[in-house]
Nanobody
């Protein structure tokens, strides 16, 4: 059964850092484009960072460029999001998404990141 599990969320002060992990099972991980999304209650879910299957090409939304780094380790079926210089507006539930070669779309249950003094 395909499963995505996020971890690494928590409470951090502004300017601090966190590293999120997404561990996948039940899929050929290397064949999937992987994306981190986030959602604040009452707002739409938004994409944060994406890493493609070919060449590990990465893309970021403008508000996190230079602060967040997405990476993947296909040998561990894992994706990561290193978040530095966190701001209050980064507070959200962060979700892992896997988009497959046949258009299949899969989500984890999310991990909460709270940036507060």
């Amino acid at each position: 059964q395909l499963q995505l599990v996020e971890s690494g969320g928590g409470l951090v002060q502004p300017g601090g850092s966190l590293r999120l992990s997404c561990t996948a099972s039940g899929l050929t991980f290397s064949s999937y484009s992987m994306t981190w999304y986030r959602q604040v209650p009452g707002k739409e879910r938004e994409w944060v960072a994406r890493i493609l299957t070919i060449g590990n090409v990465t893309k970021y939304r403008d508000s996190v460029k230079g602060r967040f780094t997405i990476s993947r380790d296909n040998s561990k079926n894992a994706m990561y999001l290193q978040m530095n210089n966190l701001k209050a507006e980064d507070t959200a539930v962060y979700y892992c998404n896997a988009f497959g070669p046949f258009g299949d779309d899969h989500w984890g249950e999310g991990t909460l990141v709270t940036v507060s003094a």
